[in-house]
């Protein structure tokens, strides 16, 4: 419920704002017109199939070489034993001798892809609202380059069909399909179907969605009021239009996100197509929706998981917020709606880098505009040890079923100076323990149950 005092001192323009498949296997994002050069083996091909997920990773500053930090050697041993190991990069890389965006968001390099793949990633997810930053040619730099260093990588592409796309790597039965999505990324980031002769826009495979606002009966009348509310004939007591946005009157004040059906069933449908080519479906959704503030995701999301698992998806791993939310079993599926931070050089990040999904916007100034689109927002402080605690989920397989979930906590530095923060490492016993517990408590919102046994989290058989 948002009463009408809620409105009352608000800058008038939140107030006027408020009211207003192709399958590709082993290879998903191409440079230039070329197929990506990818080696799509698993390790360990006599052993269970075992994946290992993480969130969003931003690296700029370089690694320590094996040996030199045994926190951050725990992480890379625990990633180097799995099958697969993912995660999800929240940047551009290209040539660092290139110009840049003044006081952008910070771009990696190739050493950056190598650092990745020296710790054990295989699949890097580029649907996100920072792949596309530097457009077409930051697109196809990323592409270069993370092929260079040998990571497969899946959710951007020179059009939609590659974006969309799955990476397939392995062999039957531990063949897997890897599928990425976002809800958070600007319209302009968005990729586009090529049509005959018309050629599609580069960008990332997205999940749109719209709002449906309503006001309670108060709000509704003081609004309707604004000399800005557009009444179209007929009933102006159950409609009218603030700032080009349709408002309703309802018994509460509240936004709803409804996703666009038409990206819902494009999805599904890839995901269905990489189920009959693959043992197991990895679906990465990066959704910040509805503000990095919330420990829980926006029901639709959360709806788009269980059609996902529906439609044959095995495993969704989710970041975006860059805290961790809870995991939720579906139908023997595993449902991670955020992983949170995996590596987050967030020093690094210039003060105006960041949109609004970077800034802690809330629900209603994202979904109803209450600030310029694509407005450049300052980022928070990242103070609180939420954004620098996260886990590694690695989940073992009897055949196409999960038969266990591991969460082993991870620390990025939470006790040193921001600039020393980002890099991953095992978390001690004390730190562990209050991840998981934190980890638990989220999760029991979904029904699910997770015990702690040295250190680690798990979660039995779905």
């Not at 207003?20 to 083996?41: E, H, I």
């Not at 826009?201 to 003081?222: F, K, N």
């Not at 080519?277 to 919330?294: C, I, K, M, T």
Request: glycine share 10%; hydrophobic share 40%; proline share 5%.
């Amino acid at each position: 419920m948002t009463p009408l005092a809620y409105w009352i001192g608000r800058p008038a323009r939140t107030v006027i704002a408020v009211a207003s498949l192709a399958v590709a296997c082993g290879s998903c994002g191409r440079s230039g017109d070329q197929d990506q050069v990818a080696t799509p083996a698993l390790r360990g091909s006599n052993a269970p199939l075992t994946i290992a997920a993480t969130g969003d990773s931003l690296i700029v500053k370089p690694w320590p070489e094996a040996g030199k930090d045994t926190g951050f050697d725990d992480v890379v041993a625990l990633l180097q034993r799995a099958s697969l190991a993912i995660t999800n990069l929240e940047q551009v890389l290209r040539d660092p001798s290139t110009s840049a965006r003044p006081n952008g968001w910070p771009v990696g390099s190739l050493s950056s892809a190598r650092a990745l793949q020296h710790a054990g990633f295989t699949v890097a997810t580029r649907a996100n609202n920072h792949a596309a930053d530097e457009g077409e040619n930051g697109l196809r730099a990323t592409s270069d380059l993370l092929g260079k260093a040998g990571l497969l990588h899946a959710g951007a592409g020179n059009d939609l069909d590659q974006a969309r796309a799955p990476v397939v790597l392995g062999d039957p039965p531990r063949r897997v399909a890897v599928v990425a999505v976002t809800t958070s990324a600007t319209d302009e980031a968005h990729a586009t179907r090529t049509r005959d002769e018309i050629r599609g826009r580069p960008g990332v495979s997205a999940l749109r969605y719209s709002a449906e606002i309503t006001a309670d009966a108060l709000t509704y009348a003081a609004l309707a009021q604004l000399p800005q509310a557009e009444h179209a004939s007929g009933d102006p007591a159950s409609s009218f239009r603030l700032a080009g946005r349709l408002v309703k009157r309802g018994s509460a004040t509240a936004v709803n996100l409804i996703a666009d059906q038409r990206d819902v069933d494009d999805i599904l449908n890839t995901i269905t197509a990489a189920r009959a080519r693959a043992d197991v479906v990895v679906v990465s959704v990066h959704s910040h929706e509805p503000g990095n503030l919330s420990d829980a995701p926006a029901a639709f999301v959360r709806e788009f998981a269980h059609q996902a698992i529906d439609r044959g998806a095995t495993i969704i791993t989710g970041s975006g917020p860059r805290q961790l939310r809870g995991i939720e079993i579906y139908k023997g599926g595993v449902i991670l709606y955020s992983l949170g931070n995996f590596a987050f050089d967030a020093a690094t990040i210039p003060l105006n880098a960041g949109d609004d999904y970077d800034a802690n916007t809330n629900l209603i100034e994202q979904a109803i505009g209450s600030s310029a689109p694509g407005a450049i927002r300052a980022l928070p402080s990242f103070d609180e040890p939420i954004w620098w605690e996260s886990v590694i989920a690695t989940l073992t397989f009897d055949g196409s079923a999960v038969a266990g979930i591991r969460l082993h906590p991870i620390d990025l530095g939470t006790q040193l100076s921001v600039s020393e923060r980002g890099r991953p490492r095992l978390a001690t016993s004390t730190r562990g323990l209050e991840i998981l517990q934190r980890l638990a408590e989220l999760s029991k919102a979904y029904g699910t149950t997770m015990r702690i046994e040295n250190g680690v989290g798990v979660i039995d058989r779905p």
